[in-house]
């Protein structure tokens, strides 16, 4: 039970109320599942009461019309979003013992997004039959690697949540170890998983791009994901890709801020594939290609800090004045 337009949250014992009328109101009207079964999510500003008595008035309707799981699933992508600009819904599936296996997504975030989650809903459901055991390790490997790997603003927010429901309804065999039918499963779900992570930093908001910063040569992979981390939170770094300026400077000064220690000097950089530092020297470029390059839908930036085997990969955006606008007047 999801809604949007307000958190619940710094609401008071009201706000558990409020959760705790809906989730019984669900249960009952459903009449096959107990309140402790109701997931419960809401998204929005933060502080404000939850208008509880309305959503309990819609709630008997809502139960009646979740047959036509096409039309009710498409409806519901859309009804939890919130500053985003389009639906955002993922599938895949894959055959095992003769029998195919689905997974389906949808997810909502604009703003406010940095890992962990952070004002990120995302809701995946299975037809596989598999223990929940390894169901929770499957979706914790697969946030980690996407979910937990982008950054619209370097914000965090009060709520968060991906979930994922497993039916068994498949008739697949029951995945209880960690086999090859287990790996087919942890990569279509890291294949809806990716594709829901990246449509949020693609909508942004105010986003006209996406940025992909990838570290190498780090002294580990926790080194390599702080570096990217803090490239990727830059605004300075942010608003030079809104302006597809290849200032590289502030991509090697970002670094340098980030709490690893590295040499400098032996930094290489790379921005839309053009090589524009070696060894933390400006090498020469054609500033006007780089330009154009960087003014794609979809830009690399790689740092290779010669100083050990660890890598990593976060995705992000630009900032535009979009954002500022967006937020400017978010509540007024």
């Keep these: 039970m999801v809604n949007s337009g307000n958190a619940n949250c710094c609401t008071g014992p009201e706000g558990i109320e409020a959760a705790v009328a809906t989730a019984s109101k669900v249960a009952r009207e459903l009449g096959e599942a107990g309140s402790s079964q109701i ?23 809502l139960v009646q019309e979740r047959d036509g799981a096409g039309s009710a699933f498409s409806r519901f992508s859309r009804a939890i979003l919130t500053t985003d600009t389009r639906a ?28 962990n989650m952070a004002t990120m809903l995302a809701f995946l459901v299975t037809d596989a039959a598999i223990s929940s055991a390894l169901l929770s390790r499957a979706l914790r490997a697969a946030v980690g690697r996407t979910f937990n790997a982008i950054t619209v603003d370097g914000d965090t927010s009060t709520n968060d949540t991906v979930t994922l429901l497993a039916n068994g309804q498949s008739g697949a065999r029951k995945i209880i170890r960690e086999d090859k039918q287990f790996n087919k499963f942890q990569g279509a779900l890291q294949s809806v998983c990716k594709t829901l992570a990246l449509a949020i930093v693609a909508d942004g908001e105010g986003a006209q791009r ?41 991509i090697l000064a970002a670094a340098g801020r980030s709490g690893v220690v590295f040499a400098p000097e032996r930094v290489d950089i790379r921005l839309a594939g053009i090589a524009v530092c070696r060894n933390g020297r400006e090498l020469p470029f054609d500033e006007r290609r780089a330009h154009r390059q960087m003014l794609r839908k979809q830009v690399k930036v790689t740092v290779d800090l010669h100083a050990g085997h660890g890598h990593a990969s976060v995705w992000t955006c630009d900032f535009t004045a979009g954002y500022i606008r967006i937020n400017s007047s978010y509540r007024t």
């Design 210 to 250: 996406v940025v992909k910063i990838e570290i190498h040569g780090a002294p580990s992979d926790q080194a390599a994901d702080q570096i990217a981390r803090t490239i990727a939170n830059s605004p300075l770094v942010k608003t030079a890709m809104s302006g597809g300026d290849p200032n590289w400077g502030r």
């Design 39 to 61: 997931l419960v999510c809401s998204t929005g500003v933060i502080g404000v009461p939850l208008p509880v008595k309305k959503i309990l008035r819609a709630i008997p309707r």
């Design 88 to 115: 955002k819904v993922a599938a895949a599936n894959f055959r095992t013992d003769g029998r195919q296996v689905r997974i389906l997504g949808c997810a909502k975030g604009a703003g406010m997004i940095h890992p």
